[in-house]
């Protein structure tokens, strides 16, 4: 709530006019106390107090109607009449200052509204029933969720369980978040008369959760401004360090980015496209972090370009453009438009050099972009629709948000699921503490924003919800991958259910999991299905359970290779034929044959990677074909995600296909893979298809595949 007074000896974020971002002037609070003082104007008109609010508001809203703020200003100066802050200001001047703050990002007339009275309900004696009464359902709403919000303590000793409530009631209107950030935005801007313990308290908590906050509302104005705030109070030398840098590269001559500029302004009206091209100057802490990246910074180092045009064609036209007349650093483009990132934030970026070493960072939007980019949610204007008759009884706290980011409706998604208010709590923070998001993508083109960093396991979760405990593994890009794999922005990934009801995840998918519903799920189950104590070691230090490779012979395996053998007719009398263990052809495969040592004849599939190797040793090629036996013999691999009793069920799948197993091998496990490797007699070959298929059934089991073994090119 009420913050305190400026304090003239605090270092300010912004210090210079070159640095200061445009549209957003610090209020008099002199010039606004005087007019406070003087109390209200006459009814029907316009308070002197609130001018600079309808300057602000109709720049955007050209026709609004301003009736609702002056009402508003009357009930808040007269309620805080007598209220003073610690420096000495009305209090009504802090209302004011939050108020001009959302008018100047776009906010629509109900959130200034609400904005105005946010602080009457909690510190005068006007109650909700008497805004509702005054202003309707939505600004009594807002109001109220501000007045809880107000009641949080965001520190160490807050009570989980509350915060969780606020957070939730916040959830269901972005707005009221909008106003809280605007609210601490002004208390840190005044936050100078305070001890500087308790300056060091707020500053810590905004950037632990209001600043993450409001990244993720996608208000970079307020975020960016925040942590410029936070900043000066945390890290004093380092900031005096940063102010340094910045006034010693305001004084020096010469203008590379302006210089730049000029070129771009050039190069974009000789290709005939509208635009604006405005310098950037980066935010202190955006300074701070490149100079620690970089080292010494170069001119341009200390803003970027912003190129504003009217459609979204023109940004890409643009960016060709500039591709075309200056050299591109391509490790630096990014296409944020056609992903747009989790914050709806959408731009193209770039950077381009020019030859006397000079780069600029340029950033690519229309100008309804840029609105989002500044303001995000509070540039949706009003993003709530009328309620329907579906949705008209439903309770307050069932509003709903067409527009929510995803990360706001994952966040009311797993609050539901978390088994108590302190496992919420650290996994919020948790949460909050991702500062990047990515984007991948489903085969049927839909997309999941995840943290960066999150893995298969988290994937698997943000699609499927408790459904999830099933997944075996995944395709990522096309590949096969276990559910370890740490995904990256843009990355394609099919997710493969297993058809075990029973099954579930293991306590190893905590190790991978990054996301709150992940963890949260995977806890749960593992609550509810603990796990038998594991059997002893044996001597060698193995536990027991696919750990070795396993072979089982049939018992008349001496009596198959002559069977099979004399299936293939070659054109050599008196030779000793031999199918080659390497691709185990079958009919109707292409085969060819080469005669080895010992009058023996191995026939091999014509793609076996071992017929160029026998090419190459010169080994004699021999006419062959198919005879005219129907029994067969193959080798087949099957790859699998391990599992309990994998290997009993695929047995049990090729005995119910009436096929005899010769051997079969499994081989130790390997990232939660197991690679089974069985030879098995047909009775006929043209059944081989479906004893596949088969295989592939069995749950765990991803790929069945003819063997190709390494053979040895001459005996």
């Keep these: 709530m009420s913050a305190e007074a400026t304090n003239p000896a605090m270092p300010g974020p912004v210090t210079s006019g070159a640095q200061r971002r445009r549209g957003r002037a610090r209020l008099d609070l002199r010039r606004l106390g005087r007019a406070a003082l003087l109390g209200p104007a006459a009814r029907d008109r316009l ?317 690519i939007r229309t100008h309804q972009m840029h609105q989002v980019a500044e303001a995000g949610v509070v540039a949706l204007r009003h993003p709530y629709a009328p309620p329907s008759e579906e949705l008209s009884d439903r309770a307050d706290d069932e509003r709903v948000d067409p527009t929510r980011p995803g990360w706001l409706s994952r966040l009311l998604d797993w609050q539901e699921a978390a088994p108590d208010p302190d496992t919420f709590w650290s996994t919020l923070r948790e949460d909050l503490a991702q500062d990047r998001e990515i984007a991948v993508f489903r085969p049927d083109g839909g997309t999941l924003g995840l943290p960066a960093g999150a893995s298969c396991v988290d994937a698997a979760y943000a699609q499927y919800g408790e459904d999830a405990h099933a997944c075996i593994g995944a395709r990522v890009n096309g590949r096969l991958a276990t559910l370890s794999t740490v995904l990256r922005d843009g990355d394609t990934v099919q997710l493969l259910m297993g058809q075990d009801a029973t099954s579930g995840p293991s306590s190893e998918w905590l190790d991978h999991a990054r996301t709150p519903a992940a963890r949260i799920a995977i806890r749960r189950w593992l609550t509810t299905h603990p796990v038998p104590a594991a059997p002893a070691p044996t001597p060698s230090g193995r536990r027991p359970a696919q750990q070795t490779p396993v072979s089982t012979p049939r018992p008349d395996a001496s009596d198959a290779p002559r069977s099979a053998a004399a299936s293939a007719v070659v054109d050599r009398e008196g030779a000793t034929v031999r199918l080659a263990g390497c691709c185990t052809p079958v009919p109707p495969d292409a085969i060819t044959a080469f005669a080895v040592r010992g009058g023996v004849v191995t026939v091999h599939r014509v793609g076996c990677p071992a017929v160029e190797r026998m090419k190459d040793v010169g080994r004699a090629e021999v006419g062959v074909r198919w005879g005219d036996s129907a029994e067969f013999r193959v080798t087949l691999t099957a790859e699998s995600f391990g599992r309990a009793h994998l290997l009993a069920d695929l047995t049990e799948a090729i005995a119910l296909e009436g096929v005899a197993i010769v051997s079969a091998t499994v081989e130790p496990p390997t990232q939660q893979r197991v690679r089974h490797t069985y030879t098995l007699q047909l009775p006929d070959a043209a059944h081989l298809p479906a004893l596949m298929r088969a295989m592939r059934a069995v749950p765990g089991v991803y790929d069945v595949s003819r063997a190709q073994h390494p053979a040895a090119a001459a005996h």
């Design 47 to 363: 308070p002197d107090a609130i001018g600079h609010v309808a300057e602000a508001h109709r720049a955007h809203y050209p026709d609004a109607d301003l009736e609702p703020l002056r009402r508003a200003y009357v009930l808040a100066e007269s309620s805080h009449r007598g209220q003073m802050r610690k420096s000495g200001e009305p209090y009504i001047t802090h209302p004011l200052a939050v108020t001009l703050i959302l008018a100047q990002l776009g906010a629509e007339i109900t959130t200034l509204t609400a904005s105005l009275l946010h602080d009457t309900v909690e510190d005068t004696d006007v109650t909700l029933d008497q805004v509702r009464a005054e202003f309707g359902d939505d600004v009594c709403y807002l109001v109220d969720g501000v007045t809880k919000l107000e009641k949080v303590d965001y520190g160490a000793a807050a009570e989980p369980e509350t915060f969780r409530k606020m957070l939730v009631a916040t959830g269901n209107d972005v707005r009221v978040m909008s106003i809280k950030l605007a609210d601490r935005l002004h208390n840190m801007r005044t936050l100078g008369v305070m001890r500087p313990e308790k300056q060091a308290r707020i500053a810590k908590v905004t950037r632990d959760v209001l600043i993450p906050l409001a990244e993720r509302l996608g208000v970079q104005a307020l975020k960016t401004e925040l942590e410029d705030l936070v900043f000066a109070i945390l890290h004093p030398e380092e900031y005096a360090e940063v102010k340094t840098l910045i006034d010693a590269n305001a004084a020096s001559h010469g203008d590379p980015l302006g210089d730049i500029a000029g070129e771009v302004r050039g190069v974009l009206r000789d290709a005939g496209i509208a635009a604006e091209v405005l310098i950037r100057p980066r935010h202190f802490l955006s300074v701070h972090r490149v100079h620690r990246k970089r080292g010494e910074l170069r001119a341009s180092d200390y803003g970027r370009l912003l190129v504003l045009v009217n459609e979204d064609a023109d940004c890409y036209g643009a960016l060709g453009e500039l591709h075309t007349c200056f050299t591109p650093v391509v490790s630096e483009f990014k296409d944020f438009i056609a992903v747009p990132k989790f914050n709806l934030y959408q731009s193209l970026h770039t950077a381009v050099a020019r030859p006397d070493g000079q780069v600029a960072e340029v950033l």
